[in-house]
Nanobody
């Protein structure tokens, strides 16, 4: 199982970033996918999730209306479009794959820094 995130960087408050997670080594299209984040000194937080077909999504209250999760089961990728970014969104963002409550892999993460 390999999950590789990309797209992080430094952005000003109010700006946008699009993260991508490339998956390989497993049958991507049958796994639900999540994006998580962890800020320094804080616990890891589930940011968004998407079902295996893409038909169902869920978001943390803190990002609803600003972030959008999507997936491409042909390219084996899951994306997180982040708009109206705030300094509180600064964290390392990582993706994970899971099915029936079992997580099979995590990416190494990508840093997102939002300046005020």
């Amino acid at each position: 199982v390999q999950l590789v995130e990309s797209g992080g960087g430094l952005v000003q408050a109010g700006g946008s970033l699009r993260l991508s997670c490339a998956a390989s080594g497993f049958h991507f299209s049958v796994y639900d996918m999540n994006w998580h984040r962890q800020a320094p000194g804080k616990e890891r937080e589930l940011v968004a999730g998407i079902s295996s077909t893409g038909g169902s999504t869920n978001y943390a209250d803190s990002v609803k209306g600003r972030f959008t999760i999507s997936r491409d089961n042909v390219k084996n990728t899951v994306a997180l479009q982040m708009n109206s970014l705030k300094p509180d969104d600064t964290a390392v963002y990582s993706c994970s794959a899971h099915r029936y409550g079992v997580t099979i892999g995590w990416g190494q993460g990508t840093q997102v820094t939002v300046s005020s």
